[in-house]
């Protein structure tokens, strides 16, 4: 009994990992795999949610306009939010829409002069690169929750039009 | 019993470093995961400007396709009038009140799935037949659909996943998308 006693102090110091170690590894595998290499990323939330689709497009990098259920976010600065307001021709429902006076015509003021600053910053980027690649070519991630009415999507890609930039990329997740 | 436990410590190879080197991994390709996978689909908005002439007149009439989606259902529009795909006079309704794609239920689409996705895929086919070659198609929304139902729309005209060609990939139909704004 004593002698067992003594052998398992001597022993003592090594702990058997090996067990552990296969679990790494396997967890290693795993995250190898589902290793980014895009660009772009989202930050999901309950407010952000985007839609599935079958697309198998990669997303390039580009100028982000995020709509969200409660705000407008350009390249990571929110620029306004959206309120809640009562369905026209559905009375007694509540709907999405940016505030009136936020408006000016079809367009959204606030996200214009936003997004015109992009534009001219990537313009002037593209022009000192020299190198057609990085050209203004107007492209626009648009980030949009699934629930988001038309009404307020069309504000923003004609606001978006506007500023020039012409090539939306609507970000979707990909349905496996 | 002495064999035995020369075995046993030769067996035990000292893991530790391989350990350490995991531990740090570990966390930065947690970092780097990516949980969902995106994508993107590509729109332009529609030219507006004067219109240009046409150069050559082309030999078919140019289709125009449009989808108009309300929360009926969607309507299908080719060249100002609806299309009927089945071609024959005796296929067409007649009517040209209810939608061209119903919703499943009848009455007002509840949600996404109500949509008759998979016919409109299928009418969207037939139309590409007759057009092999146009590959554009502008889609009306009405003010209140939601974003989830356009995005839905793109998908099911852009390809027929359904019916794979032969390199086994699904069936290329209208991949151009355009999203007309309506009336403002």
Redesign the interface.
Known sequence: MALKKARRQKQGS?LN??S??DM??I??VF??K???T?D???A?SDKLQ???????????LAVNLVVAKDKVVVDGLPVLSLTQEP?E??PGQM?LAVPDDEMK??VITKLYDRLLEKAEAAKALGEQSGNKEHEFKGEI?LQ????????V??SV??TA?QARF?????????SE | MAVQRRIQEAEGLNLVPVMNLVTILIPFLLMAAEFVQLAVIDSTLPQIGPTKPMEEEPEKPPLNLSLAITEKGITVLGADAVLFPDGKPEAAEGEEQPPTVPCKSGGACTGVDDYDWKRLTSILAQIKDEYPDDENVILVPDSRIKYEIIVKAMDASREDVDNPGPDGKPRLLFPYVVIAGGAM
């Open positions: 090594d990992i090996t552990m170690m790494m590894t967890i290693l995250l190898l589902s290793y980014s895009s772009v990323s989202v999901p985007l839609p599935t689709s079958t697309s198998k497009k990669a997303p390039k369905d021709e559905n709907t015509g079809p991630l949009v929750d699934r629930e988001i009415p038309f009404s999507v069309r890609m004609y039009g012409g090539q939306f990329m609507f970000v979707v997740y990909k």
